[in-house]
Structure formats: C-alpha cells, structure tokens
C-alpha cells in the first residue's frame, strides 16, 4: 500500500468519525424534552370559593401585635371612627345576619359545681334580735344585641313618623331577627315593605354600634 492510499486512508476515517459525533449529539438534544415553563404567580387566580354574583362585603386583618383591622370598599379601617356612615350602617346589618352563625351561651354553671365547698368556721351565737341575714341582691339581666338595638329604636320612634305604631325588634328560636310591627312580623330588616322604617330601623342600628358596649 503507498503513501496516497494511506493518507487518503486516514482522511476519510477522521470524517466519519465527525460526522457519527454531530449525528450523536443532534439525537441526544432530540430526547431532551424542553423545560417546562413556570406559572407566573402574578397572575389572578379569582376567588374559586365564590359563586358567580356573590359580592365581598369586607376583609378582617389581625396585626403581628394583636390588633383588628378591616378592609372595606378598598380602604383599611382601623376603628369605628374611620367608618362612614353607610360603612357603619352596613356593617351593623352585617353584624344582624351573623347572629344565627353564633352559638348561644350555655348558662353558667351552679356554684356548687365550680368551687369547693368552704370550711365552716366556728362563729358565736347569734343574737334573735339581730338576724344576720344578707340582702338577696337582683341577679342583673344581660340582653341581647337584638334587646339592645330596640332600647335605641325605642328612643328615636317618638320623633318619627311611626311613633303611633308597635315596631320592636326582637330575638327568634334559631338567632334570626324579627321586626315587630303590631300584629304583623318579618323575618330581617330586609323583609320590611317599607324602605323609610328600614332606614329608621338601620339608623339605630349605626347608633348601637356608635355607643360603648
């Protein structure tokens, strides 16, 4: 074999041993698959819990020390004093429709359940004419926010138009709100015919909530 061939030999090997490492190297790119693309997190998602036509009423926020805070019509309020009016009215109708999400109280238990019974000490005699008998003090009576609302109501009924008529707000069996008007009851404030005695009836309702409880 002479030199030509040889060469020629080694030439033709160099490139095929090139051309089969650009073939290897396009196929192993082929089996990649492409990366996948991350969600982008800034992109809204909605509130799936709601149905359509639902409305927000507000949002409740608790500070890292403890503290309450609302938002409402895109506004933080931090107390009772940055509410507007209609704010207020709105949330003390809100406060009226979660009374049947809350539990009733259970009544205290007796006395004789929670304390041991105290020694008895010796005492002396005690003298007929001088009974040692302790007044009975009147256990005071706690009323409802329901109660509460109507003693405002009650107050500013005289100078409205309806002072002549029997309107009271009182508790039902299953912590609903009924107005009482005469003979006639609704279940909500919403259930009455008549928008000026929802306003009148909202209107105490801003003023129980403006007063210290």
């Known amino acids: 074999m002479d030199t030509t061939t040889i060469f020629l030999f080694l030439v033709f090997a160099s490139l095929g041993a090139a051309v089969g490492a650009l073939l290897q190297r396009a196929q192993n790119r082929r089996s990649i698959p492409p990366p996948s693309q991350p969600s982008d997190p800034e992109l809204p998602t ?3 819990l709601a149905s359509e036509g639902d409305v927000e009423i507000l949002r409740a926020w608790r500070t890292l020390s403890g503290r309450v805070w609302l938002q409402m019509d895109g506004e933080r309020l931090n107390g009772k004093e940055a509410l507007k009016p209609d704010q207020g009215r709105r949330l003390g109708g809100l406060l009226l429709d979660l009374r049947p999400w809350l539990e009733k109280a259970p009544a205290a238990p007796a006395a004789s359940e929670t304390q041991p019974p105290l020694a008895v000490a010796a005492v002396p005699p005690i003298k007929k004419e001088k009974p040692a008998v302790d007044p009975i ?4 009576v706690l009323k409802s926010i329901v109660e509460q609302i109507d003693d405002v109501l009650q107050t500013i009924l005289p100078a409205s138009p309806y002072k002549a008529r029997d309107i009271h707000l009182t508790d039902g069996p299953c912590g609903e709100v009924f107005v009482k008007d005469g ?4 279940e909500g404030i919403d259930a009455v ?3 000026e005695l929802q306003a009148l009836i909202r209107k105490a309702v801003s003023e129980w909530d403006k007063s210290p409880h």
């Open 183 to 186: 003979l006639t009851k609704y």
């Open 193 to 195: 015919p008549e928008p």
């Open 46 to 48: 909605g509130n799936k």
């Open 137 to 140: 003090k009147p256990v005071p």
